[in-house]
T-cell receptor
Framework: GNSVTQMEGPVTLSEEAFLTINCTYTATGYPSLFWYVQYPGEGLQLLLKATKADDKGSNKGFEATYRKETTSFHLEKGSVQVSDSAVYFCALSPPPTGANNLFFGTGTRLTVIP | NAGVTQTPKFQVLKTGQSMTLQCAQDMNHEYMSWYRQDPGMGLRLIHYSVGAGITDQGEVPNGYNVSRSTTEDFPLRLLSAAPSQTSVYFC???????????????FGPGTRLTVL
């Protein structure tokens, strides 16, 4: 079946610290992989995505690389800011064509302190 | 563009009541879906639609009903509310998946539902 396992939170970091949030997946076929972010009181919004092996998604200083050999899609950022405080969700979208369903991890709450 | 809109933002129901959560999008997206978000469980898919007149079940469809009469609207109906349906509900839309590649989904702001 399809599932996503995500690093448990919460994570608290000081401003300018390095961030890694681990994500591994189980899927049939070749899924597309996503990181979504949820700021307080809001819906989810796409942070970055990768659609095939070895692709690197990047946005706002965040990066994640689609690693098929380790079935992983870890999120990284070199220097976090207070404004990055949010809940981060790893997700996958499996084949077939047509549907665009997402399977989510449990989410990781990040708090960045000044 | 308003994107994906949801109403109401908050709702309190008593056990056994029914209600409809509204969702609309103005991006001409074919794909729409409903998720529920529960603490420690991420988001789980309730129902989805790949176009007007076509709906299908997701992971947790029991107790919910949907229909898709237009491209823009995708309401979610709770037939007889139960406390286990207390959750935050998100509607999302996207283009249909093409060539095996998942597309970006756009989420509404959510509806927080409490069933007493």
């Amino acid at each position: 079946g399809n599932s996503v396992t995500q690093m448990e939170g919460p994570v608290t970091l000081s401003e300018e610290a390095f961030l890694t949030i681990n994500c591994t997946y189980t899927a049939t076929g070749y899924p597309s992989l996503f990181w979504y972010v949820q700021y307080p009181g809001e819906g989810l919004q796409l942070l970055l995505k990768a659609t095939k092996a070895d692709d690197k998604g990047s946005n706002k200083g965040f990066e994640a690389t689609y690693r098929k050999e380790t079935t992983s899609f870890h999120l990284e950022k070199g220097s976090v800011q207070v404004s990055d405080s949010a809940v981060y969700f790893c997700a996958l979208s499996p084949p077939p064509t047509g549907a665009n369903n997402l399977f989510f991890g449990t989410g990781t709450r990040l708090t960045v302190i000044p | 563009n308003a994107g994906v809109t949801q109403t109401p933002k908050f709702q309190v129901l008593k056990t056994g009541q029914s209600m409809t959560l509204q969702c609309a999008q103005d991006m001409n997206h074919e794909y729409m879906s409903w998720y529920r978000q529960d603490p420690g469980m991420g988001l789980r898919l309730i129902h989805y639609s790949v176009g007007a007149g076509i709906t299908d079940q997701g992971e947790v469809p029991n107790g919910y009903n949907v229909s898709r009469s237009t491209t823009e609207d995708f309401p979610l109906r709770l037939l007889s509310a139960a406390p286990s349906q207390t959750s935050v509900y998100f509607c999302a839309s996207s283009r249909r998946r093409l060539a095996g590649v998942g597309d970006t989904q756009y989420f509404g702001p959510g509806t927080r539902l409490t069933v007493l």
